[in-house]
């Protein structure tokens, strides 16, 4: 069986950030969403804990479940035509029957509220922004790795 994509949007916030999350730590920061979908952008930086792993890999809870309710939704929709094709094709056989049951039904789709409770900073070292809820002023570069003291953006 082939590999099916399934395309769907994570909203942006007004500034144009995405919400990612941290796969090791589990704190959320901003990244804009343009610098997210950069092809040239291979691994990113947690800019709490520094550690690094593939940019999908940082994905939020809200995200990964919006996308796991449309591939179950796919799934069933498969299924239930699935059954019916079943029910059709064995209709005037005399020695299968095939009675269907209740269909599956549809989840309601994800809806994902982007909040803006995040400061915003400038990181000189690849010259890009992002937002986080910091306790202090040190950070790691989501991009380099590089521990960054970033400016606020008023």
Excluded: W
Aim: one cysteine or more; charged letters at 30%; glycine letters at 6%.
């Amino acid at each position: 069986m082939s590999d099916v994509e399934i395309p769907f949007s994570i909203p942006l916030d007004d500034d144009g950030f995405v919400t990612l999350q941290c796969p090791f730590c589990d704190k959320q920061f901003k990244a804009l969403g343009d610098d997210f979908e950069d092809d040239s952008v291979y691994e990113l930086f947690c800019p709490y804990c520094g550690l690094v792993t593939e940019p999908s890999d940082f994905l939020s809870d809200e995200a990964i479940e919006k996308g796991m309710r449309l591939a179950e939704n796919h799934m069933f929709e498969l299924l239930n035509g699935f059954m019916n094709d079943m029910e059709k094709s064995f209709k005037n056989n005399s020695f299968i029957k095939v009675k269907t049951g209740p269909k599956f039904k549809m989840n309601d789709s994800k809806t994902i509220i982007e909040s803006d409770n995040m400061e915003t900073y400038h990181l000189t070292c690849c010259e890009r922004k992002i937002k986080a809820s910091l306790i202090d002023d040190t950070l790691y570069c989501p991009y380099c790795g590089g521990e960054s003291h970033g400016t606020i953006n008023g």
